[in-house]
């Protein structure tokens, strides 16, 4: 079970904007930088936002990120189409074993 | 033009073994770090194992530790995972990933995956 918590849906109209909530705790997202992913349907995911809110080359700014404590939140302005997808947050988490977590998981939909 | 090549996947009994295969093309393989990243049908996401560019720093998740074995060879710009015990719940697509950096430290660019199925 992911110890980072993601609604598990969100929606909106094109346009419109969006934001994702990412939920952890001290041993990771209250430790650690989050990233954030993209996986469109039947494809691999793709890294969106790392360290918080920067963007690789190639990502609109229409994404952004940001973390405060012990959550994160990632948003999306100007809703497309092509958005439509299932989002990700990630994160090392620093207990007992060192590992990367990813969070449950939110399906965006563009109604 | 970065390209992860996943392969050696397939349908393996419980307790059995099977090793997989990246093969890396397009960057300079040893100067990154790299990552199996697995995905149950229908599931979210699970970090499986990273490797830094040297072999020197090596991490697993709890679920697999003991039992999977990363490994790379530079010279041959490939990362393998060796999966021992498997268990029904190893099933999942297995994606390779490259690092952003030479250390473990973010999963960036993901091959396409290639399926592990185990059942009797």
């Known amino acids: 079970q992911s110890v980072l918590t993601q609604p598990p849906s969100a929606s909106g109209t094109p346009g419109q904007r969006v934001t994702i909530s990412c939920s952890g705790s001290s041993s990771n997202i209250g430790s650690n930088t989050v990233n954030w992913y993209q996986q469109l349907p039947g494809t691999a995911p793709k890294l969106l936002i790392y360290?918080?809110?920067q963007r690789p080359s190639g990502v609109p700014d229409r994404f952004s990120g940001s973390k405060s404590g012990t959550s994160a939140s990632l948003a999306i302005s100007g809703l497309q189409s092509e958005d439509e997808a299932d989002y990700y947050c990630?994160?090392?988490?620093?207990?007992?074993?060192?590992?990367?977590?990813f969070g449950t998981g939110t399906k965006v939909t563009v109604l | 033009e970065v390209q992860l090549v996943e392969s050696g996947g397939g349908l393996v009994q419980p307790g059995r073994s099977l090793r997989l295969s990246c093969a890396a093309s397009g960057f300079t393989f040893d100067d990154y770090a790299m990552h199996w990243v697995r995905q149950a049908p229908g599931k979210g996401l699970e970090w499986v194992s990273g490797i830094s560019w040297n072999s020197g720093s090596i991490g697993y998740a709890d679920s697999v530790k003991g039992r999977f074995t990363i490994s790379r060879d530079n010279a041959k710009n490939s990362l393998y995972l060796q999966m021992n015990s498997l268990r029904a719940e190893d099933t999942a697509l297995y994606y390779c990933?490259?690092?952003?950096?030479?250390?473990?430290?973010?999963?960036?660019?993901w091959g396409q995956g290639t399926l592990v199925t185990v059942s009797s």
């Open positions: 990630a994160a090392w988490d620093d207990s007992l074993n060192v590992r990367y977590v």
């Open positions: 990933a490259k690092d952003l950096s030479s250390t473990v430290v973010t999963p960036y660019y």
């Open positions: 360290s918080n809110n």
